[in-house]
């Protein structure tokens, strides 16, 4: 079975500058990545102040916030929606959430909140394919490495816990992991791959002349942040069960008119 993910972080809907509603050009961007499944963070599922403003009486459609929840106004009438709540303030909340075309047999939200300033969690969703069940793991995680490294513990647990037995695995989503101190411990603990990491291997001569020099390959996952001058490795979809066929991020002044992230994109083959 062959799958197109993508993992995207939307700046809570809004443009990075001037904080204009990005919603309903987001819905189409998220469209054109023509993708089986879609990892979203900093997703708003209640913003009053904005939907005050911005509502149905607003001029400009393109500065249109719907009544809808983002992911269900993402979702349409096509795909299913699953919503991870994380940070809830007076006017609203906001979380993680994933689209499918596959049917979403059952979710959990894991709160990994790790102080009382940064409201984080790992949202959990069982696709139920033609293949048999995949495991999605929605992530991001929080600003700080010792965070970070905690709510990674608790990201190796919940895996482990919840896909057993070497089942398929993706995980994706926004690790904040700019110095890639992360990506070690998730493929000794969990058996995953990073895709750019599998499609960045080098000939087969290449491989010899640095095993023979004691030198191992280096792997880094792709630039992501900011959007208009990708530069920080903060996205990653990792996977387990799957050959990476193909992963690329979008960026250009499209996609840094949306948000500060730009969007990564993967072809899968199921193993």
Not at 181 to 200: A, H, P, Y
């Amino acid at each position: 079975m062959k799958i197109r993910v993508a993992t995207y972080n939307i700046h809570k809907g809004v443009s990075s500058l001037r904080s204009t509603p990005r919603v309903v050009a987001l819905k189409k961007a998220i469209g054109a990545f023509g993708a089986d499944v879609v990892f979203l963070q900093e997703v708003q599922g209640r913003h009053d102040r904005y939907q005050a403003r911005y509502g149905e009486k607003v001029r400009s459609p393109h500065h249109h916030w719907p009544e809808k929840a983002q992911h269900e106004f993402f979702a349409g009438e096509n795909l299913h929606a699953a919503y991870g709540m994380n940070a809830v303030y007076d006017h609203g909340h906001h979380g993680n959430a994933l689209l499918s075309c596959f049917p979403i047999g059952n979710q959990h939200n894991h709160d990994v909140s790790d102080h009382a300033y940064e409201q984080r969690g790992i949202l959990h969703c069982v696709l139920e394919t033609e293949a048999g069940n995949v495991h999605c793991y929605v992530v991001h995680l929080g600003l700080f490495e010792g965070s970070r490294r905690r709510q990674t513990d608790a990201l190796i647990n919940a895996v482990n816990d919840s896909a057993p037995n070497g089942e398929p695995v993706i995980i994706a989503g926004d690790f904040n992991d700019w110095r890639n101190t992360l990506s070690e411990c998730l493929r000794l603990n969990l058996g995953v791959v990073e895709v750019f990491d599998e499609l960045s291997k080098t000939s087969r001569l290449g491989e010899m002349v640095r095993s023979m020099a004691g030198r191992e390959r280096r792997l880094v996952p792709a630039r992501t942040f900011p959007a208009a001058l990708p530069w920080f490795r903060l996205d990653r979809i990792y996977v387990r069960g799957f050959k990476v066929e193909h992963a690329e991020v979008l960026h250009g002044p499209q996609w840094a008119r949306l948000s500060d992230h730009a969007p990564i994109v993967a072809n899968l083959q199921l193993k």
